[in-house]
């Protein structure tokens, strides 16, 4: 199964459910990312979450997901609300559409042992979804 995974900045949820779907689905599943206003970076924390979870990051880039438009999809999910609510440009193959309303870390202020706790929380969320993903497929 194709997935692409979108969101407003692809720099933090989106690459997390990226390499999240990739090392769970273990070959039954192929993901890509992408954002509708990328940040042009990928956040850092985002990238230590997944290493601390032993989750291979691979080598993530925020783009745009207009570069998506030509690759055929099976499924679509978004995991912001802003990105949700935008009109998302067509993608081939009719996938099919879910969202995911996951909170962003990378909004998250305070102290280290708190900004980590918020990027913990959103892997465990995305963690969870994905396990049902691939239970039902």
Avoid at 64 to 93: H, K, N, Y
Avoid at 127 to 137: D, M, Q, S
Wanted: charged share 20%.
């Amino acid at each position: 199964m194709r997935v692409l995974v979108l969101c407003t900045g692809n720099s933090c949820r989106s690459i997390m459910a990226e390499a999240l779907i990739n090392h769970l689905g273990q070959g039954r599943f192929q993901a890509w990312s992408a954002g509708s206003h990328p940040a042009g970076y990928v956040h850092p924390g985002s990238i230590a979450t997944l290493k601390r979870h032993g989750v291979d990051p691979g080598q993530p880039r925020s783009k745009s997901w207009d570069e998506m438009t030509t690759r055929i999809f099976d499924l679509v999910i978004t995991v912001c609300d802003q990105a949700a609510a935008e009109a998302c440009p067509i993608f081939a193959g009719q996938p099919r559409k879910l969202h995911w309303s996951i909170p962003d870390p990378g909004r998250t202020s305070g102290t280290e042992a708190e900004i980590q706790a918020a990027f913990d929380q959103t892997f465990f969320l995305l963690k969870e979804r994905i396990h049902g993903l691939l239970v039902t497929g």
